[in-house]
T-cell receptor, first 117, second 114 residues
Framework: GAGVSQSPSNKVTEKGKDVELRCDPISGHTALYWYRQSLGQGLEFLIYFQGNSAPDKSGLPSDRFSAERTGGSVSTLTIQRTQQEDSAVYLC???????????????FGPGTRLLVL | AQSVAQPEDQVNVAEGNPLTVKCTYSVSGNPYLFWYVQYPNRGLQFLLKYITGDNLVKGSYGFEAEFNKSQTSFHLKKPSALVSDSALYFCAVRDPTGGFKTIFGAGTRLFVKA
């Protein structure tokens, strides 16, 4: 079956511009995560969506970052007024509703490589 | 607050030798622990997890990990390394009493030499 897809695969933008990154989770997965992987760094949790519950936004680094998930499926991560330090790979993952067991496995997309000039 | 540490940036091992990639964690409750692998030019893939039960967990590609509560560790092991195991390995932890945030370690790069 289809895995997690992300678009675009690469994005080059100028400092100060806004960007939107898209994630299509695996069908039936109610949980969706966004992470950031900077060069030489681990994965940094950004935000978590689960069904219709309020998202866990505790990892968003600033108010320039926001995300939404429409209809419980596709998610968009928006970065406003991009800065050079926003350059990173943005990864999306989905899972079944995590409550222990097999539901805890996250399936990752290929990522969007963002370069802010 | 939950955290996870991978004390080695890089591990080098000869093909056929056993390998260990270290991970320690800090959570307030009983942890859910994970290992993921990132091969060059490929996405992150799940390897194995510990949720409850037997402390020794077996996963994909012959890897296993042992949950040690007293040492708060979850080291990844494989009895005989392959060159194809060369990749970036991430340990991750979730505190099920603290929401759904999963914290990843900084990653350990494994080099297996032929």
């Amino acid at each position: 079956g289809a895995g997690v897809s992300q678009s675009p695969s690469n994005k080059v933008t100028e400092k100060g511009k806004d960007v939107e990154l898209r994630c299509d989770p695996i069908s039936g997965h109610t949980a969706l995560y966004w992470y950031r992987q900077s060069l030489g760094q681990g994965l940094e949790f950004l935000i978590y969506f689960q069904g219709n519950s309020a998202p866990d936004k505790s990892g968003l680094p600033s108010d320039r970052f926001s995300a939404e998930r429409t209809g419980g499926s596709v998610s968009t991560l928006t970065i406003q007024r991009t800065q050079q330090e926003d350059s990173a790979v943005y990864l999306c993952a989905s899972s079944l509703a995590p409550r222990g067991g097999v539901q805890e496995t996250q399936y990752f997309g290929p990522g969007t490589r963002l370069l802010v000039l | 607050a939950q955290s996870v540490a991978q004390p080695e940036d890089q591990v080098n091992v000869a093909e056929g030798n056993p390998l260990t990639v270290k991970c320690t964690y800090s959570v307030s409750g009983n942890p859910y622990l994970f290992w993921y692998v990132q091969y060059p030019n490929r996405g992150l893939q799940f390897l194995l997890k510990y949720i409850t039960g037997d402390n020794l967990v077996k996963g994909s590609y012959g890897f296993e990990a042992e949950f040690n509560k007293s040492q708060t560790s979850f080291h990844l092991k494989k009895p005989s390394a392959l060159v194809s195991d060369s990749a970036l390995y991430f340990c991750a932890v979730r505190d099920p009493t603290g929401g759904f945030k999963t914290i990843f370690g900084a990653g350990t790069r494994l080099f297996v030499k032929a």
